[in-house]
T-cell receptor, first 116, second 116 residues
């Protein structure tokens, strides 16, 4: 079974600074997807960024980028120029595209607070 | 603005009562997941459907939980009888599978259930 570990329960950073959230995972699969989801106080889970394991290039979405280290099984999220609206829980998730077993396995989350 | 709609947003009930949660996936999406979120267990998969057919419901306590998709625009999760340990936030999420599943999910705002 796959596991996802987020070792930082809480983080805080000043507005406009850069912050990196850590995630490691354990799997014997070679083909899989990794995700970062954001859960603001409104509770809705929002997809931030997705990475396909067979792609070496790190995914980016505006101010959000990842550092995907496949051999190390590491998938960190970097938020640049942080904004107050980035305050949320951030969950790292893993999925293998295996028909009938396509669930997302989530980490325990990191609570990020952006300080004005 | 396409979104996943869940009802009710909040539900307080007494132990032993039946609870039904409903989800309207994004129009055109053919894959629907039910997740449960608690402080202790985090985010856990309960069940998921593709083209209305159940693919995995191994996360559900079968004796009290049932999940169905009566049609493509409605997914239901029923608990009967409810117990205090069922208190959680229940999320519905939908996505579109087009030949291969890439795991991109759109979540609803969740139904917060409290069983007294």
């Amino acid at each position: 079974a796959q596991t996802v570990t987020q070792s930082q329960p809480e983080m805080s950073v000043q507005e406009a600074e850069t912050v990196t959230l850590s995630c490691t995972y354990d799997t014997s699969e070679s083909n899989y997807y990794l995700f970062w989801y954001k859960q603001p106080p409104s509770r809705q889970m929002i997809l931030v960024i997705r990475q396909e394991a067979y792609k070496q290039q790190n995914a980016t979405e505006n101010r959000f980028s990842v550092n995907f280290q496949k051999a190390a099984k590491s998938f960190s999220l970097k938020i640049s120029d942080s904004q107050l609206g980035d305050t949320a829980m951030y969950f790292c998730a893993f999925m293998k595209p295996d028909f009938g077993n396509e669930k997302l396995t989530f980490g325990t989350g990191t609570r990020l607070t952006i300080i004005p | 603005d396409a979104r996943v709609t869940q009802t009710p947003r909040h539900k307080v009930t007494e132990m032993g009562q039946e609870v039904t949660m409903r989800c309207q996936p994004i129009l055109g999406h053919n894959t629907v997941f039910w997740y449960r979120q608690t402080m202790m267990q985090g985010l856990e998969l309960l069940a998921y459907f593709r083209n209305r057919a159940p693919l995995d419901d191994s996360g559900m306590p079968k004796d009290r939980f049932s999940a169905e998709m009566p049609d493509a625009t409605l997914a239901t999760l029923k608990i009967q009888p409810s117990e205090p340990r069922d208190s959680a936030v229940y999320f519905c999420a939908s996505g579109l599978e087009r030949g291969s599943w890439t795991g991109e999910l759109f979540f609803g705002e969740g139904s917060r259930l409290t069983v007294l």
